[in-house]
């Protein structure tokens, strides 16, 4: 049972949905406590179940009927809030909300000892947080040895977290500040790195053999990558597209990459 037997209503001076709330929707307040707020049975479940500390869980009776024992198995120490629907309604973050939240620790900054002969995904200037989670969750489901973000879009932005489908609490990911240091460290390591380009002179990714592995390059969605930085790349490849047809979304192009790197290792 919840610890405070209470039905949380509309408008309760809860510092707990109070917390939620904010992380929710700040970035700022998120990487000042370096927490983070969840939605959805399925996400707040595989935090749990992936090692992520759980600070509190908040769900309605029908959620608490429908999933309170699992996720009194999966965080058997958290402590559990009811709320009603009306409080469910206000604080989700999306339309049909199920009635789960919580708020979770981030995990710790990582750093990827980078090594030859493993598929590495650097994401360049990514903004849209759907296009990030949607990435990560294809990283993983392709086996990726790990992912590596320059200057993109928060990571535990609510849509990245749902988009990832849990990914993001599983897959190593290492933030960086300079990409230039970075693409000298892999060639430092004997990494190649393949930047994506939309270019019919650059080699066609069909025809790259990724027998050794590498680190494959994904730039922002309106711009694509640098010219400085996709020059400064081991290789240059363009995925084939049609006459009239000059981009992709990234995700779905990070996809494809992927999925040639992967495959050819």
Known sequence: MPDDSRVLQSGTNNQTVRNFAHLNSSRHYRDKLGLFAME???????????????HAILLTEHARQSVGEALAKAAPNVRRLLI?????????????????????????????????????LCLHS?????????ILRTAEALG????????????????????SMGALFRLPVMRIGDDAAFLSECA???IPTCAAVVDRDA??????????GGCVLIGNE??????????????????????????????????????EMCRGH
Request: net charge negative; hydrophobic share 45%; glycine share 10%.
């Open 144 to 163: 990726t040895d790990g992912v590596i973000l320059y200057h993109c879009v928060d990571l535990y932005n609510p849509k990245t977290l749902r988009s």
């Open 40 to 54: 959805g049975s399925r996400l707040v479940l595989d935090a749990a179940q992936s090692g992520v500390k759980l």
């Open 203 to 212: 080699e066609l990714l069909g025809q790259f053999v990724f027998s050794a």
């Open 222 to 259: 309106g711009n694509g990558l640098p010219r400085a930085v996709s020059d400064a790349c081991a290789h240059r490849l363009t995925i084939p597209m049609g006459e009239a047809s000059n981009s992709l979304n990234a995700a779905m192009a990070a996809g494809i990459f992927l999925w």
């Open 126 to 134: 990514l903004q849209d947080p759907a296009n990030l989670g949607a």
């Open 188 to 190: 430092a390591s004997g």
């Open 84 to 120: 009603s629907d009306a409080l469910a309604k206000q604080i989700a973050d999306t339309e049909n909300a199920q009635g789960v939240f919580a708020i979770g620790e981030m995990r710790p900054e990582q750093a990827l000892a980078l090594m030859p002969g493993r598929c590495y």
